[in-house]
Protein backbone atom coordinates (compact mmCIF):
# COMPACT_ATOMS: atom_id res chain seq x y z
CA UNK A 1 0.00 0.00 0.00
CA UNK A 2 1.21 3.96 -0.64
CA UNK A 3 0.17 6.87 1.47
CA UNK A 4 -0.27 10.08 0.38
CA UNK A 5 0.12 13.18 2.75
CA UNK A 6 -0.61 16.28 1.88
CA UNK A 7 -0.21 19.63 4.14
CA UNK A 8 -2.48 22.26 3.51
CA UNK A 9 -3.43 25.68 5.57
CA UNK A 10 -6.98 26.93 5.13
CA UNK A 11 -7.50 31.06 4.81
CA UNK A 12 -8.74 32.70 8.39
CA UNK A 13 -12.67 31.84 9.02
CA UNK A 14 -12.40 29.36 6.50
CA UNK A 15 -12.96 26.02 8.26
CA UNK A 16 -16.05 25.78 8.89
CA UNK A 17 -17.20 26.55 4.69
CA UNK A 18 -14.60 24.05 3.99
CA UNK A 19 -15.83 20.97 6.08
CA UNK A 20 -18.75 21.59 4.62
CA UNK A 21 -17.31 21.62 1.14
CA UNK A 22 -15.58 18.20 2.49
CA UNK A 23 -18.96 16.70 3.09
CA UNK A 24 -20.59 17.48 0.11
CA UNK A 25 -17.55 15.49 -1.91
CA UNK A 26 -17.17 12.44 0.38
CA UNK A 27 -18.66 10.47 -2.18
CA UNK A 28 -16.56 11.65 -4.82
CA UNK A 29 -13.11 11.01 -2.56
CA UNK A 30 -14.52 7.62 -1.00
CA UNK A 31 -15.00 6.05 -4.94
CA UNK A 32 -11.53 7.12 -6.40
CA UNK A 33 -9.73 4.37 -7.95
CA UNK A 34 -7.67 1.88 -5.43
CA UNK A 35 -8.54 4.06 -2.39
CA UNK A 36 -8.40 2.50 1.13
CA UNK A 37 -8.49 5.10 3.85
CA UNK A 38 -8.93 8.86 3.88
CA UNK A 39 -8.26 11.21 7.16
CA UNK A 40 -8.49 14.92 7.04
CA UNK A 41 -7.15 16.70 10.08
CA UNK A 42 -7.37 20.29 10.73
CA UNK A 43 -5.67 22.70 13.42
CA UNK A 44 -7.98 25.61 14.74
CA UNK A 45 -5.62 28.00 12.85
CA UNK A 46 -6.51 26.60 9.37
CA UNK A 47 -3.27 24.00 9.35
CA UNK A 48 -3.89 20.56 8.24
CA UNK A 49 -2.99 16.96 6.61
CA UNK A 50 -4.85 15.10 3.95
CA UNK A 51 -3.69 10.93 4.54
CA UNK A 52 -4.84 9.33 1.63
CA UNK A 53 -3.86 5.13 1.84
CA UNK A 54 -4.39 3.72 -1.84
CA UNK A 55 -3.61 0.35 -3.56
CA UNK A 56 -0.29 1.51 -4.90
CA UNK A 57 2.05 4.75 -5.81
CA UNK A 58 0.77 3.76 -9.43
CA UNK A 59 -2.34 4.04 -8.43
CA UNK A 60 -1.93 7.13 -6.36
CA UNK A 61 -0.50 8.57 -9.53
CA UNK A 62 -3.04 7.66 -11.72
CA UNK A 63 -5.70 9.55 -9.57
CA UNK A 64 -3.49 12.57 -9.51
CA UNK A 65 -5.59 14.82 -12.06
CA UNK A 66 -8.90 13.84 -9.88
CA UNK A 67 -6.73 14.64 -6.83
CA UNK A 68 -6.12 18.24 -8.35
CA UNK A 69 -9.33 18.97 -9.59
CA UNK A 70 -10.91 18.27 -5.60
CA UNK A 71 -8.02 20.58 -4.43
CA UNK A 72 -8.98 22.97 -7.12
CA UNK A 73 -12.24 23.36 -5.58
CA UNK A 74 -11.10 24.52 -1.98
CA UNK A 75 -9.30 27.52 -3.91
CA UNK A 76 -11.05 30.06 -2.55
CA UNK A 77 -10.60 28.41 0.96
CA UNK A 78 -6.81 27.64 0.87
CA UNK A 79 -3.92 30.04 1.78
CA UNK A 80 -1.89 28.51 -1.10
CA UNK A 81 -1.56 25.20 -3.09
CA UNK A 82 -1.23 22.26 -1.01
CA UNK A 83 2.10 20.10 -0.52
CA UNK A 84 2.16 16.28 -1.53
CA UNK A 85 4.74 13.84 -0.43
CA UNK A 86 4.36 9.60 -0.96
CA UNK A 87 5.09 7.35 1.26
CA UNK A 88 5.36 3.44 1.59
CA UNK A 89 2.70 2.06 3.96
CA UNK A 90 4.41 0.07 7.01
CA UNK A 91 1.49 0.02 8.99
CA UNK A 92 -2.40 0.83 8.58
CA UNK A 93 -4.06 -0.53 11.96
CA UNK A 94 -7.71 0.35 12.99
CA UNK A 95 -9.93 -1.01 15.54
Do not use: C
Not at 20 to 48: A, P, Q, Y
Not at 80 to 90: F, N, Q, S
Amino acid sequence: MFARVTKYKMKPGSRDAATVLLNRLKDTIMGMNGLHNFVNVMNEDGSGYVISVVESEETSDANAEQVQALWGQFAEHLEGPPTAEGYDVIANWAN
